[in-house]
């Protein structure tokens, strides 16, 4: 078991009508932070919806191989995917202002995961979702967990997501963008958490971002997604050193505390790149 | 933001309760809606104590009294059998309502049952119930009603079910509307991502979402159930003699009118203002439970 890794994906493609929008997507991910990194509309929380296969009914999914822990996630229907989701793959998504039922308290909505993970009493349960809550650094879990999503927060609804994802300890997970709604304080500890995740719990993170600086110091490896193509991959450190044109000129496109620059580049698109 | 300022709802019910609260004080703030609300009372209040609010008995006959215009002792008149029209109109309350929740309690789940499981599956599921529903909406629906009677037999069961067959389609659609627009929300797949089932999130996340919209709908609806109601009893399907439903006593004092105007007028302003009542309270509701409008 240890021995393959835990997610294969290879040639990955989706496709709503005739034109495929994720071309070819290969990776491998074992017990590790992958990032998987690109511009807006490159792909990146499409790969991530179709592993869990949440896709909008009109998308079509392909693959040459689609495995989740031995199991084929091709083949697999809508209630071998149901009884996947939340128990061993998880995602925290986008954006907590649509991804919390508006009409539900955010107690409850845990509770939901909380109750799929084991069978417990009203009060038992209560009280995990309240340290669930505490421990995604919510002061105050009681009064919380009785307000409406509306009534808390971006920063806030992010974190609840997550902790509805902790409820269930899921050995996969997918994080679009977990800490772009958060501040920088926040976010340290967001990512402290699912980096005591990784490291406790051999939790594959699947980290989706576009905060380049970021993922070169909290990921192991790092996927770079141009138009629907992963144009290449790297280990994190190696970043600064990537050869593939586009790679190298989002990097050139970083500001820099260090050095003064007048203008910033401004990245230069090849047709050949979303050919290849 | 502070702290402070937001009252901390202990439970889920005092929530409820502080929700339902605001609910109830923005609907009597329109003059209208208090008054669509204060005649339904009065409807549910007459139909509680009929017996002790009626001055005689609605079905014994007095055929030398009959057809005397209203009086100290008649109230409303009497009608051709010598029957005191106020205290039929009372009993006839009772009939009112029961037609009304039962064909609402049928409706209300039915409709919303079909409209959630059509619009959140949608395609052959969504084509098959949807069609169905076009069939019972392209007639009529009194003619749709009377042909359901002529073929189970006249009777306040029956017209019931007639009706309540007639009036699923409308609600149908409105929670179908509801669910397709909701049903690639973000949060219904936050929801499927933590494992919930089908059911699941039929029941916890769609239906609550629809039943605002489904409500106001009913509330409408059960003006046109009243109106129903006693066209099927003027056509002498509904309830049957000698019960004091409304429609049918139109009916009987209609050979009268001319001479002796309150066998037809009492009942008919009674259906008036009970119709009247629940599209009051119907608009009131909707304008009470739509966030939208809400300041």
Known sequence: ?276 | MTTSALPAPVGVFQAWRADAAATARKLLANPLTAVGVAVIALLVGVALFAPWIATHDPLRQQLDAALQPPSGAHWFGTDEFGRDVFSRLVHGTRITLFIVTLVTVVVGPLGMGIGVVSGYFGGRVDVLCMRVADVFLSFPSLVLALAFVAALGPGLDHAVLAIALTAWPPIARLARAEAMTLRNADFIVAAQLQGASHLRVLWRHLAPLCLPSVLVRLTMNMASVVLTAAGLGFLGLGAQPPLPEWGSMISEGRRYMLDSWWTVAAPGAAILAVSMAFNLLGDGLNDALDPRQSS
């Open chain 1, 1 to 276: 078991m240890t021995a393959s890794p835990l997610l294969q994906v290879q040639g990955l493609q989706v496709a709503y009508g005739p034109t495929p929008i994720v071309h070819g997507v290969s990776f491998t991910l074992g017990r590790e932070k992958l990032a998987v990194v690109g511009e807006s509309g490159s792909g990146k929380t499409t790969v991530g919806r179709a592993l869990l296969k949440l896709l909008p009914r009109q998308a079509r999914i392909g693959a040459e191989r689609l495995q989740f822990d031995g199991m084929d996630l091709l083949q697999a229907g809508e209630r071998d995917m149901a009884a996947l989701r939340g128990r061993r793959l998880s995602m925290i998504m986008q954006d907590p202002k649509y991804s919390l039922n508006p009409v539900m308290s955010i107690g409850r909505q845990i509770a939901e995961a909380v109750q799929r993970a084991a069978k417990l009493s009203h009060a038992e349960c209560n009280e995990r979702v309240e340290t669930l809550l505490a421990r995604v650094h919510i002061r105050d879990p009681k009064r919380v967990a009785a307000q409406y999503p509306h009534e808390v927060s971006g920063g806030m609804g992010q974190r609840v997501m997550i902790a509805m994802m902790l409820a269930q300890r899921p050995q996969l997970l997918i994080a679009d963008e977990p800490t772009s709604a958060l501040d920088v304080s926040v976010r340290q500890e967001v990512l402290h958490l699912l980096d005591e995740l990784v490291a406790e719990q051999g939790l594959a993170l699947l980290f989706i971002s576009h905060d380049l600086n970021l993922v070169r110091h909290f990921c192991d490896r790092v996927l770079v997604m141009y138009a629907g193509r992963v144009v290449e991959t790297l280990a994190a450190a190696d970043l600064p050193r990537a050869e593939h044109p586009y790679t190298r000129g989002l990097m050139a496109a970083l500001p820099s505390l260090r050095q003064r620059r007048a203008v910033l580049p401004v990245l230069q698109r090849d047709a050949a790149w979303s050919a290849a």
